[in-house]
């Protein structure tokens, strides 16, 4: 019982260890879907500042493919929204509806869905200026 419980904190701690370790870059070589992967794995430990270099990194490397750049945008704007940044989240998910707007029928259709979802989660008496 003993090893077990000590198992146990061992893991606890690495855990805690590993999401308050700030990513600086990310390495070359990933593909976009495994970068995309590594920043939801870093928003759903809070370290949002890792969560965003990710699809900033993804968009600046893969961001020529419309269906990679709205991915990452519209995670991008998730990670903005979990953090109360409801100003960047919103254009963010103006973009990508813009950007159905013009090119809607080359892109999954799920994301436009999802941009309108999120969009209706941004309590509007928190927007500075609701802009579009």
Do not use: W
Not at 92 to 112: Q, R
Request: aromatic share 12%.
């Amino acid at each position: 019982m003993k090893k077990l419980i000590t198992l146990a904190v061992l893991f606890v701690s690495s855990m805690i260890l590993f999401s308050c370790k700030t990513l600086k870059e990310v390495p070359e070589g990933k593909t976009s879907a495994q970068i995309i992967q590594m920043g939801q794995n870093y928003a759903a430990v809070s370290d949002y500042k890792s969560a965003e270099l990710c699809y900033n990194t993804v968009i600046d490397r893969y961001g020529s493919d419309a269906s990679i750049y709205v991915e990452a945008k519209y995670e991008l704007g998730r990670a903005y929204l979990s953090q109360h940044k409801y100003d960047k989240a919103y254009k963010v998910f103006n973009e990508i509806l813009e950007i159905y707007d013009n090119f809607g029928a080359a892109l999954p259709g799920s994301y436009k869905k999802l941009c309108n979802i999120s969009l209706s989660q941004i309590p509007e008496s928190k927007l500075k200026a609701k802009k579009k």
